[in-house]
């Protein structure tokens, strides 16, 4: 039996200044709550009515409110403002999922369906919780999409930082061992493969809040194991950037970038990298 006072008062002072957050497991079950709502493939409830969507979109925007009023600091105000941000921005959600069905279903000929995708994808799940925690962390939402993320994380071994910015139609292939970090940003139609990071090239504190994490522009694919680093790393649009290679310089657009094992190399490519073989 632990009796040492000092040690006791250590964890009574600890428990004490330690901010009020919901557990994650509530926070896990009113997401995949969400996705049953807006991806019925992965449920065996269908909701055939008009009243029957609407009280369930409903029951999502009072537990969200549930979620945030046990946060320590979450003025009532502040949260119903949130709840109505993110309800409001559902349906723009909703189609930019659709776009990155889209994207996994043409880009990978192994599927056989969008069903197949919505249930068995794990690239697809970790887009969907980056989607919805992207909304939240925007709307300043303290915690709760880091823990949306690590949720994924943890499902999937694919981490991306809620504060990433993404467009829409995008596809990670595979999946297992994909970073991307918080100020990132990527364009539209992009592919990416297992292994890659598009990460810092430094990691340390007095850094934050600045944008270090590189640019990605649209219809690029970068294959597995690739890293990509640094705030001012820009890869232009319609790029292919081969698997393994490490780059912390831009790229402009319409390039191929490879390596075998004594160099890397840097090709302009003779049409658009979405007009290439994937």
């Known amino acids: 039996m632990v009796s040492d006072p000092d040690f006791i008062n250590k964890l009574i002072e600890k428990h004490k200044i330690t901010h009020e957050v919901p557990s994650s497991e509530e926070i896990h079950e009113w997401v995949l709550q969400l996705q049953k709502i807006l991806l019925p493939e992965v449920t065996e409830s269908r909701l055939l009515e008009r009243e029957g969507i609407t009280e369930a979109l409903g029951q999502t925007g009072i537990g969200l409110k549930t979620l945030l009023s046990k946060t320590n600091g979450c003025i009532p105000e502040k949260c119903d403002e949130i709840v109505e941000d993110f309800m409001s921005a559902l349906p723009v959600i909703y189609d930019v999922l659709q776009s990155d069905l889209e994207a996994f279903y043409l ?3 192994a599927a056989k369906s969008t069903y197949e995708i919505v249930r068995a994808y794990p690239g697809y799940f970790a887009v969907f919780i980056y989607r919805i925690a992207h909304q939240l962390y925007t709307s300043g939402v303290a915690l709760m999409p880091r823990i949306l993320s690590e949720f994924a994380h943890s499902k999937t071994g694919i981490d991306i930082h809620p504060g990433a910015k993404i467009g829409k139609s995008f596809f ?57 680093l640094g705030g001012d790393t820009v890869i232009g649009n319609d790029c292919i950037i081969g698997g393994n290679v490490w780059l912390t310089t831009s790229v402009p657009s319409g390039t191929k970038v490879y390596h075998n094992a004594e160099n890397t190399f840097v090709q302009k490519l003779n049409k658009n990298a979405h007009g290439t073989s994937h």
Request: no cysteine.
């Open 107 to 109: 880009g990978d000929p």
């Open 172 to 228: 990670i292939d595979h999946g297992t061992g994909v970073v991307i970090g918080e100020t990132t940003q990527v364009g539209d139609h992009v592919k990416i493969y297992q292994g890659v990071t598009l990460g810092a090239l430094s990691v340390s504190k007095k850094l934050a809040g600045v944008k270090r994490h590189p640019t990605v522009g649209d219809h690029t694919v970068i294959y597995s194991g690739a890293t990509i």
